[in-house]
Nanobody
């Protein structure tokens, strides 16, 4: 059974940082691209970033480019999202997702999510 469990969310002030983690199980993690997507209050899902199976290719949405960094540890079946210079508009539930590619529509199965709130 595919399982994805996110952690690391919380309440931070603008300009601060957070690191999200996602523990994956139930599938051959290294064989799949992985994505982070988010959903702000009252809005639809927004793709944030993606990383290839071996970690050599990464893609970012323009809204987070230069501030967020995606990474993975295939030995631990873990996916990460380092978020710096957070803005109030980054407030959302963040989900990690199993993906078939690096595109913004390539994610499919996702976890329950972790809340990130950026507010002063």
């Amino acid at each position: 059974e595919v399982q994805l469990v996110e952690s690391g969310g919380g309440l931070v002030q603008p300009g601060e940082s957070l690191r999200l983690s996602c523990a994956a199980s139930g599938f051959a993690f290294i064989d799949y691209s992985m994505s982070w997507v988010r959903q702000a209050p009252g809005k639809g899902l927004e793709w944030v970033s993606a990383i290839s199976g071996l970690g050599g290719l990464k893609r970012y949405a323009d809204s987070v480019k230069g501030r967020f960094t995606i990474s993975r540890d295939n030995a631990k079946n873990m996916l990460y999202l380092e978020m710096n210079s957070l803005k109030p508009e980054d407030t959302a539930v963040y989900y990690c997702a199993k993906a078939s590619g690096l595109g913004p529509r390539d994610f499919n199965f996702r976890g329950p999510g972790t809340q990130v709130t950026v507010s002063s």
